[in-house]
């Protein structure tokens, strides 16, 4: 924690430490500047670390092609991310290739050559197999065997990322929440928190479901909490579950330690981070017939998180149309961890006006979705 009048100064404010907000400020310092990093709550402790840490979305073939553009180019950047973290932490974020199984993966009546051709695109391998050849107990059923698909235990790469910008000179303030951008004749002049006012030519908002509350022209229409529960069965060797299995948009991921984390609901529940019942004993009768190893397995942790979504899916992520200086990257829905290492890149490039090789069109606040309403 800073205090006082240092902390009224940087090159450059972001707001929010998930992932979005971290992997861009470690970026930025690398690049010289004074940044200042202002959290709510606590680092990393909101979506980025309640979410499952799949390198790759679910069904990826079924969402829009902006989607899946960005998050293929996370998935080709995180070993050199992750191989750069490791040399400013100490801090292992269990990167690891645990393959993905998808049961019944044409029950929207998708064609195999799509699901194929779809993989092809994104440089992945894939193959339609019998899920027996995986699981035995599964008999005969129909599935798609991604075997590059790798998961991070997404609460340590958020430590590690925390440790690596803070070993860096990031300046990160907890327990501060922004409560206004400031800004002079249409130009960013920084922001109003509860600790009192920053100043700094640049700010980023990466608050995540949080970012239509703070973002001019953006609404809690355009970016809103979408709440997943998930649960996790701690250390067993009898747990030994081989890969991420899923069925039916419940997963169950394997971490390297042996615990299973599963997930998840998607629920419209406002900013309620609450956990139910029904849904936790959904996600255990599913993964229990999914992997019998866990029927006597407890749970160790139940919690939720709130992903922010947008209505087409697809995150808003630049330069604000109409406010010079201010940048948003926020909305990334059920993928943000994949997409995090990428999109910190390209944030990175463009906050410090050097080229970026993405066009970022589909991405811009101002399409045509709830901006400005
Ligand atoms: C259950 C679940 C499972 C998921 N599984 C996966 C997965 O397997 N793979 C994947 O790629 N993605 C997954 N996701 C999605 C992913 O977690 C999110 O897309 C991503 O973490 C969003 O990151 P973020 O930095 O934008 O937001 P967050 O991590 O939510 O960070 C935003 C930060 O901004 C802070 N903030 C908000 N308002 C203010 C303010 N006014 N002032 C200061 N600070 C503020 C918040 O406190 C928070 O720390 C999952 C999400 C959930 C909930």
Redesign the pocket.
């Known amino acids: 924690m800073f205090a006082g009048a240092v902390l009224s100064q940087a090159d450059c404010i972001i ?7 971290l992997a861009t400020a470690l970026r930025l310092r690398q690049s010289g500047l004074d940044v200042l990093l ?4 606590a680092v ?12 790759c979305p679910l069904y990826g073939w079924r969402y829009p092609e902006p989607v899946m553009r960005l998050a293929a180019r996370g998935m080709r950047t995180y070993p050199a991310f992750i191989e750069s973290l490791s040399e400013l932490s100490d801090i292992d974020p269990e990167f690891h290739p645990s393959g993905m199984l998808i049961l019944d993966p044409f029950e929207q009546g998708e064609q195999p050559t799509e699901l194929l051709d779809w993989a092809k695109r994104q440089n992945q391998t894939a193959e339609i197999s019998s899920a027996a050849e995986h699981f035995p107990h599964l008999d005969d059923r129909m599935a798609l065997w991604l075997p590059d698909v790798h998961n991070t235990r ?1 609460p340590r790469l958020l430590q590690a990322l925390n440790q690596a910008a803070t070993r860096m000179g990031v300046r990160i303030v907890e327990q ?4 206004q951008i400031l800004t002079e004749h249409e130009r960013v002049v920084g922001i109003e ?1 509860t600790s009192g006012t920053m100043h700094a030519p640049r700010v980023l908002v ?6 239509g ?2 973002t001019p022209g953006l609404s809690p229409a355009s970016v809103f909490p979408v ?4 649960l996790r069965f701690d250390h067993s060797p009898a747990n030994g579950l081989p890969t991420i299995l899923m069925e039916d948009g419940v997963y169950l991921i394997p971490r390297r330690d042996g615990s299973v984390v599963v ?2 609901t998607v629920e419209h529940a406002g900013f309620d981070k609450h956990t139910t019942e029904e849904a936790i004993r959904h996600l255990h009768a599913k993964a229990i017939a999914l992997w019998p190893n866990l029927a006597h397995a407890p749970i160790s942790h139940q919690w ?5 979504g947008t209505t087409d899916e697809l995150p808003y992520l630049g330069a604000h149309p109409e406010i010079s200086g201010l940048f948003v ?2 909305g ?9 290492p990428a999109v910190a890149e390209i944030m990175a490039n463009l906050i410090l006006s050097r080229p970026i090789d993405l066009d970022l069109t589909d991405y811009r606040l101002n399409r045509p979705t709830t901006y400005g309403d």
């Open positions: 707001v929010g430490s998930g992932i979005a907000g202002v959290e709510r709550g990393g402790k909101e979506a980025s670390w309640a979410g499952g840490g799949i390198v997404n501060t929440a922004v409560q928190t990466a608050a995540g479901a949080w970012s509350l703070l709440r997943g529960q998930m997930g998840s939720s998180g709130l992903r922010p990257s926020t990334f829905y059920r993928n943000g961890l994949a997409m995090g």
